[in-house]
């Protein structure tokens, strides 16, 4: 029975995250509107950015929570919690090197290592944010 409750405990975090993903990239798409003129106003420019800064983090937190409940290994970084789901069959390589990459996105934002690029923020938007959705739908599928 306890069991039973853990594996509903994860189930409803799983669930929760990947709702908090979708409702981050929602945003994103209500501000960019498919118009990458809308990066060139800033205040639609911030809220694109920040939502993709939470989406990211909303991916990394779900790695997280399956790395720990799986047990699947200690990560020494967020790349590394891809890395042990990628490890352990729970995402192909290719979703992990590009969930990978939006963490050294997110790492830029976040810790303003350089400015940001308006052409990566772009492809990110058009690209990238599927990525964030195919790996919340493919974690949910494996619980």
Not at 6 to 28: C, L, Q, T, V
Not at 58 to 78: F, R, T, Y
Request: hydrophobic share 35%; charged share 30%; net charge neutral.
């Amino acid at each position: 029975m306890v069991q039973s409750k853990n594996i509903d405990k994860i189930k409803e975090r799983g669930y929760n995250k990947a709702s908090i993903i979708e409702r981050y990239i929602k945003r994103i798409n209500e501000e960019y509107d498919g118009n990458p003129e809308n990066l060139r106003n800033y205040t639609k420019q911030d809220s694109i950015i920040l939502n993709v800064q939470r989406a990211c983090e909303a991916c990394i937190d779900l790695a997280m929570n399956i790395v720990a409940e799986k047990s699947l290994g200690i990560p020494q970084n967020s790349r590394d919690d891809f890395e042990l789901l990628y490890a352990n069959g729970y995402i192909e390589k290719e979703l992990n090197e590009k969930l990978k990459a939006t963490v050294g996105f997110r790492n830029i934002v976040l810790h303003d290592y350089q400015a940001v690029n308006l052409k990566i923020v772009k492809k990110i938007i058009e690209v990238h944010l599927e990525d964030m959705k195919e790996f919340s739908r493919v974690i949910l599928q494996s619980m």
